[in-house]
């Protein structure tokens, strides 16, 4: 643990890092990058673009900082961040590159008042919050359901709802003997694929939900194909134009602590709420399933957005699971055609409920903000963006 003349000097630029968080944090990837251009093979291009990688980091460092002596409290968010991070197989021997480009970017941006005293408490603190990641990580490397980054081969390939293309693969790896029948799954996961696209000079890697948490058939997750707004996703475009039936993908083990516990799939009492926009709907779906085939006494409300009938992912199977449930409510929401899935729905929930929502930044940010104003709990809000979830959550 830091040292007490640490945390106090760490915890005085508190308000620094609230100012000037996010320079620091571009500061830093533009370094990182410039001395270390093999790490762009990890982080995701789209994200540095878009800023939300320098977002989520700035509020993870200022989180930090202020909860130094009692990072146990940060436990939750540091799992989270953690699984990406396991993920992308990002190892210990990543950790000094990433701390001494930190201190180089607090000292540029801080100037004069970058003493001795501020830079060697910063470096002890970086020692302390990266030894809590490093023992975290550890822990999921060693329970992983395979080592890195394995071979797959594509068995299914499907359009859903005009732009998401769903896929099934099965085991290829001729140095891994993976047993899918072995393996659990959890309702929520997502899987990692690493990509080489033409159209950049380096390996791309994205995370993927699991649209089921069965994998009698193999691993089945969906993409939607990134477009919108004049950008053109790199890797969902790859996926959809060139990999097919009979292809082979690399991906790594499942991870994500977005899921449905067994222990809330048996409970009756409060009931289950999926709320989902777009491709959002993937983990949901997964979580739908995983309930109804367990448990489908339970009371759930399903609430789908997207842009319209043509748009609508998954709707049979979603129709078929939900005919199995005991006791249902189906809601759609065309915002083509004015149908909003807005505050004034969400104040029609029962409370006590177990809500989960997946869908875009935006979407997630009014949505977590509806529940929370109408006074559903925390501890009863449960979310997956998809984008780093940082950028989500204030420090």
Known sequence: MASPRTIE????TVPFLEEHGNQITEIFYQNMFSEHPELLDIFNETNQKLGRQQSALASTVLAAAKHLEKLAVLLPEVTQIAHKHRALQILPEHYPIVGKHILGAIKEVLGD??????????????????GVFIHVEEDMYAKAMWSGFATFKVTDKTITGTDIAAFTVEPA??????????????????ITVKTDPEDTAHLALRHYSLCSANTDNGIQFAVRRDNRNGH???????????????DTILLSAPAGDFVLTPALIEQNEVPLVL?????????????????IQANPARPIIWAYACQNS????????????LSDAQQVEKHCFYFEEGQLLDETWLKALPKPADVYVCGSMAFMDSMIDGLLALKHGEDTVHYEPFGPKMSLKSA
């Open 9 to 12: 000097i760490v915890k005085s």
């Open 113 to 130: 008042a970058a003493n001795d005293d501020v830079i060697n408490a910063w470096a002890e603190a970086y020692d302390d919050i990266a």
């Open 173 to 190: 790896d001729t140095e891994q003997a993976i047993d899918l029948s072995t393996m659990s799954l959890s309702a929520g996961q997502y």
């Open 232 to 246: 053109h996703g790199l890797v969902s475009n790859h996926l959809h134009d060139h990999v097919e039936v009979g």
């Open 275 to 291: 709320i989902s926009a777009g491709v959002g709907v993937t983990p949901v779906l997964a979580m739908l399933e995983a309930q």
């Open 310 to 321: 043509e748009y609508h992912a998954f709707a049979e199977r979603v129709d078929a699971l």
